[in-house]
């Protein structure tokens, strides 16, 4: 390309809230084949809000969101965030935390009064067989798109909140486009795999990966790749930096945390997804001697 062509592309891409970091990014995107996903804060809006508080012992509500809220108000997770909100819109107080631990792709663990809590994802909180009872209710609220974490306490489990984030109002269209220009989407998550299909359904997405670690999410772009696909990776978490550096480009939404901004090649303003697809247009058209 000309400098002049990138020059306009850079532009247009402006005028679109797509900035393009590097000229390389241009020249990598009119070669990319394959789009990898990430779900949550790139297909959804990655604002969630607890929707459902389910009990399963003697803790009522209160006690509930005060436990699981204390530990994760020391968590930077978006989940973690959203379960603070639900406990400060019911003005809980939160109790001091000690001995925080934070496993990644997997939840939190911490002391209040004395008392082992640990909230995360049913899997790793029900590791011993304590959830197996609450199996059906976590599936059925799963089935509807909702992300499902559990609460224990001194080995019992008290509680399963369930979670849920819209999805961005342009996700389906730019599915549609991104199969349309032959960019097969596939989406990758540390979510479980049954929200994660019921997200895919929801978006037109056919391809995805669910429950897939954070250390593990660069190893499944690098799988593609290794299979002769460029892939361009979307994505806006601390998590998913590598796969954003393994990426032959890597895009980062607009809401994404400095890191991942840092680690793209591409950065897009605001919410819109289907800004992705008019990346690689551009990126396509500053290749032709017409722009
Ligand atoms: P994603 O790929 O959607 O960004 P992550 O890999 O960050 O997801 O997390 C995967 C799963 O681990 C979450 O769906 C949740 O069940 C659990 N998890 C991770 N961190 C936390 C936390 N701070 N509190 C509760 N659950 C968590
Ligand atoms: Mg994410």
Redesign the pocket.
């Known amino acids: 390309a000309t400098p002049l062509a990138m020059i306009r592309g850079g532009g247009m891409a402006a005028e679109r809230g797509i900035l393009m970091r590097s000229a390389e990014a241009f020249q990598a995107l009119k070669d990319v084949k394959r789009v990898v996903l990430?779900?949550?804060?790139t297909i959804t809006l990655g604002q969630p809000a607890v929707v459902d508080v389910v009990p399963l012992g003697k803790f009522d509500r209160a006690d509930i969101l005060r436990f699981a809220a204390a530990?994760?108000s020391s968590?930077?997770?978006?989940?973690?965030r959203a379960?603070v909100n639900a406990a400060e819109a019911e003005h809980t107080e939160l109790p001091p935390v000690q001995d925080f631990h934070?496993?990644?792709?997997?939840?939190?663990t911490g002391t209040m009064n004395g008392q082992r809590v640990r909230?995360?994802?049913?899997?790793?909180v029900g590791e011993g067989g304590a959830l197996e009872r609450a199996t059906s209710t976590i599936e059925a609220l799963q089935a509807r798109a909702k992300?499902?974490?559990a609460l224990e306490v001194n080995g019992q489990p008290e509680a399963l909140i369930a979670i849920a984030d819209q999805i961005k109002p342009d996700a389906h269209e730019a599915i549609e486009r991104l199969y349309d220009a032959g960019l097969a989407p596939i989406m990758?998550?540390?979510?479980?795999h049954l929200?994660a299909r019921a997200v895919a359904e929801q978006v037109g997405i056919q391809e995805f990966q669910a429950?897939?670690?954070?250390q593990d999410?660069a190893d499944a772009v690098r799988e593609l790749q290794r299979q002769g696909h460029r892939v361009a990776m979307v994505?806006?978490?601390?998590?998913?930096a590598p796969a954003l550096m393994q990426a032959d480009v890597g895009i980062a939404t607009g809401a994404g945390t400095d890191i991942a901004i840092e680690s793209a090649d591409v950065v897009l303003i605001g919410e819109r997804l289907t800004a992705v697809v008019d990346a690689y247009h551009i990126g396509r058209a500053s290749f032709r001697k017409t722009v």
């Not at 990758?188 to 479980?192: A, K, L, S, V």
């Open positions: 990430d779900k949550t804060g530990l994760e968590s930077e997770h978006p989940l973690a379960v934070s496993v990644a792709g997997k939840g939190v909230v995360g994802s049913p899997r790793f992300t499902v974490i990758i998550t540390g979510d479980n929200t429950e897939v670690l954070p999410k994505g806006d978490g601390i998590n998913d």
